[in-house]
């Protein structure tokens, strides 16, 4: 069984599921302001998400002053949770819907 570990600031805590890593880093942690158009959101994959569906990697390097190798981690992280993470679960859970946390 894969194991989900959150690496928002040195959290660490680990997870069997990743939707409850989702959820985790939706509600636990602080929400953060897109640096390129100011959108706050929750941080960890949301926050990636957002970044690569609604703005460009130049955008992205420039605000974030990335490199390469950070953009293409940050868009593998996006890829492989979405190849794995039941995403509709996640939102019912954060609207509030069935699913426990």
């Known amino acids: 069984m894969t194991s989900w570990e959150c690496a928002i600031e040195g959290d660490g805590r680990t997870f069997d599921r990743v939707e409850d890593l989702i959820v985790h880093q939706a509600t636990d942690h602080q929400r953060v302001e897109c640096q390129v158009c100011g959108t706050v959101l929750p941080d ?3 926050a990636i998400r957002h970044a690569f569906e609604e703005h460009s990697r130049a955008e992205y390097v420039r605000a974030y002053d990335a490199t390469a ?3 293409r981690k940050r868009e593998s992280v996006k890829e492989t949770i979405e190849s794995e993470a039941d995403l509709r679960e996640v939102v019912d859970r954060l609207e509030g819907g069935s699913g426990t946390f």
């Open 44 to 46: 960890g994959y949301f």
């Open 69 to 71: 190798k950070e953009v």
